[in-house]
């Protein structure tokens, strides 16, 4: 064996070695992601400010990627050893096993931490527990794995059963997100649902504004257009339609509608009624799929006083 192990780094093992820590670390995080959103899904927390159904391209493509490649990678680096003893003591080997160690159980700590945290603050709820558990039971098996490769106290059955739990338990969470939160054309509509409420948003913001400066509510969208200041009318992202206003003067209210694909299933609900605004509504973005309209309702007295 050659003792001076730095100078039998070659090209293919430094980036073999720093691709599958990369890739692990990339995976993992991807994994925890898609994880926690389950998590969200099945049991929604009113202390966080998160919805289950959110993009999940992110992290869902990133899973895809990553984890075939880093159970690949370890495969290869594996056989490498396997066939070339001396390849165990690659600096670049050991450095990336230690950081992988360092972090792991950095992690844990943190995590643990998040728990006593959540405990003394009163928010140590179900879903908390579930996530604080998840990463502790993940980080966990990184790290015995990576202390155990590291003292090559590892068998070749150990190994295999670990690069093959990478992929299966991949495949597992995608399929399990895929049936939860629907493919590709599911995303897409949410995606353009999102994009819906903020154009409904946006004329909320300029409606508000219209009655501040003129006490009364604009009868069209169409009085709302300002060149100087850049606002012109936004439309429905797929039809090009405008979206559907309807003022109620009397009651200084107004309902603006669209047409949505999906259900807003947000366990963000957010509170009704917003005086810093001077506005109250019935569900603030919480929408059914189809048409829907939100209704709001101007407080002048509350108004007044956010312009003081």
């Not at 219209?210 to 009868?219: G, S, V």
Request: overall charge negative.
């Amino acid at each position: 064996m050659n003792n001076d192990t730095k100078s039998s780094v070659g090209p293919r093992d430094f980036f073999l070695h720093v691709g599958a820590t990369a890739a692990l670390y990339t995976w993992a995080i991807a994994f925890i992601a898609l994880a926690f959103d389950i998590i969200n899904y099945f049991f929604p927390d009113v202390l966080e400010y998160a919805s289950w159904q959110s993009n999940m391209s992110v992290p869902l493509g990133t899973l895809i990627v990553a984890g075939p490649l880093y159970a690949w990678l370890l495969r290869v680096i594996r056989k490498d050893v396997t066939e070339h003893s001396e390849k165990e003591s690659l600096w670049v080997r050991k450095w990336g096993i230690g950081l992988t160690l360092f972090v792991s159980a950095i992690t844990f700590a943190i995590s643990l931490i998040r728990l006593v945290i959540s405990f003394v603050g009163g928010a140590l709820t179900l879903p908390v527990i579930l996530k604080i558990a998840f990463v502790l039971i993940f980080a966990g098996a990184i790290f015995y794995f990576y202390k155990r490769d590291y003292s090559a106290s590892l068998s070749e059955r150990a190994y295999k059963w670990f690069t093959w739990g990478v992929i299966i338990d991949t495949v597992i969470l995608i399929s399990v997100t895929f049936a939860l939160f629907g493919g590709p054309a599911t995303q897409r509509d949410l995606r353009l649902d999102q994009e819906r409420v903020r154009d409904l948003q946006n004329i909320q913001s300029q409606v508000i504004s219209y009655y501040q400066n003129n006490e009364a509510l604009p009868e069209h969208l169409s009085e709302l257009e300002n060149a100087i200041g850049g606002f012109s009318i936004p439309t429905d992202p797929v039809t090009n339609e405008e979206y559907n206003y309807q003022v109620y003067p009397e009651t200084v209210s107004f309902d603006i509608c669209a047409t949505f694909a999906l259900e807003e299933q947000s366990s963000n609900r957010l509170p009704s009624h917003f005086p810093q605004y001077g506005i109250k509504g019935e569900s603030f973005w919480t929408h059914d799929a189809g048409y829907y309209c939100f209704s709001r309702t101007i407080d002048p007295k509350l108004l007044d006083s956010f312009k003081r």
